[in-house]
């Protein structure tokens, strides 16, 4: 479905990312774990093209290679980002950012469907369309994102740290509403910090440290792993080296 | 009698602040091009009413079927061809904003200089419809009551087009987060052009408006753009409804000063009003604190 090979990203002379290389399959959710500071953001950003990926990288989005496109271009080639912090339009009403969702020519057609399936999938948006989305809780802008970026009908949906500042019982309740927009046919591409959540939906996992993938395997593999309990699932001090030398 | 004068006169000057400065805040809140050149068009529209009225007996109201398309199209290739280089190499929306106040501080010389080849220094007016009416006692010229007619009904419509249609929801989610917007597919760069075009038909609007009741000069542009600027200030960046508001606060307190007062205080009213608005609310009348 996304295929992403040798992407590299500089701010100056720090490099973000070194020659990262990962896909995601029809259907499938895939976690990216990291500490702060990996370049889980930035990888992101540069896949949905806001961010400036030096030469040579090549992104393919179901056959099609969008990585020369602009951001705009991308949404329309069926990629949505849910970008860290959100990213919704706090002056506008929950109805006005869902609809702006649904900008892109390839939904124009089928807002109301797809604005149908939305709101069953976040029942609680359905009552507030008319709030502005800035008086919301975290929680339910969280909603307002997800439900945005499924507004463009994708393909392959990013999600940036989604359950960040969440109570649990949100983080739940996202989890789950990311597991259904799977079944719906949608592939997911999740960075998380939560990893024992997101494992716990997730097909396939990549690990990311400084700019570089060190590991991936399937989601039962990593979270059976004891140098990845010990990293990313609440063991003592996280020695991300030795989870991924184990799978070198 | 003197208060219906005064509201009158307040609210039709306000009208066309109001007006004029709604134009302003769509290329400052979207584009974010802070343009000095704006009072020039407006001026530059009210040249070409005078002279459509002048030369080919064109009614300025009729006149605006082709001052308003002109000034859009102005304003759009002003955004493509000297803008759109800034908004390329500009690594910040600030960076972008001192940037487009330089280049457009050099381009009200240029339609200043032209203005000043074509017309000379001296003063314009043509006469259209100033025939008195008296409304509730206070006797005003037909063309005033015309031009705030026109003045709200295209606030309304622009009003609308903004909160009602898919392309104004756009050059609002623009306004509000740029990159957000290249996130739902909008290419920001095509909106900020379309948000700077309407703006300067907006202008065009306003002088056009303006052109059939006040006298005017070719050195007049600086005194249009400095009020819209404190108007769109006053009212917060980007706000439609604060501009409106603003621009009838500000035409109804330069009218009561200058009809109670002394003519000659109505700038020290303007700035005193100003500067009140900013001490009190730094962002504006409807802005929001850390934008």
Redesign the interface.
Known sequence: MLEVSNLTVAYGLHRALEQVTLSIGQSEIVVILGANGAGKSSLLKAIAGIVPALPGKRIVLSGQDISALPPHWIVEAGLALVPEGRGIFGDLTVRENLRLGAYPERSRASERDILERVLALFPRLAERLGQTARTMSGGEQQMVAIGRALMSKPDVLLLDEPSLGLSPLMCKELFAALARIRESGVSVLLVEQNARQSLAIADRGYLIETGRIVGEGRAADLRDDPAVRRAYLGGASGDVAAASSSFH | MLIVDIILGGLILGGMYALVAMGLTLQYGVARIMNLAYGEVLIAAAFASYLLFTAFALSPLVGMILVLPAGFAASWLIYRVLLVPLVRRAKTRDALEVDSILATFGLLFVVQGIAFVLFGGQYYSYSYLSVPITIAGSTIAVNRLIAFGFAVALSLILYAFLMRT?TG??I??VA??P??????????RKVAGLAFALGGAMCAAGGVLVSMFLTFNAAMGVVFTMKALIVVIMGGVGNLLGALVAGLLLGLVETVVARLVDPGLTLVATFTLFLTVLLVRPTGLFG?TGR
């Open positions: 898919r929801t756009a609002r989610a509000v987060d990159t957000a917007a290249s996130l739902v597919a909008i290419d920001v929001r």
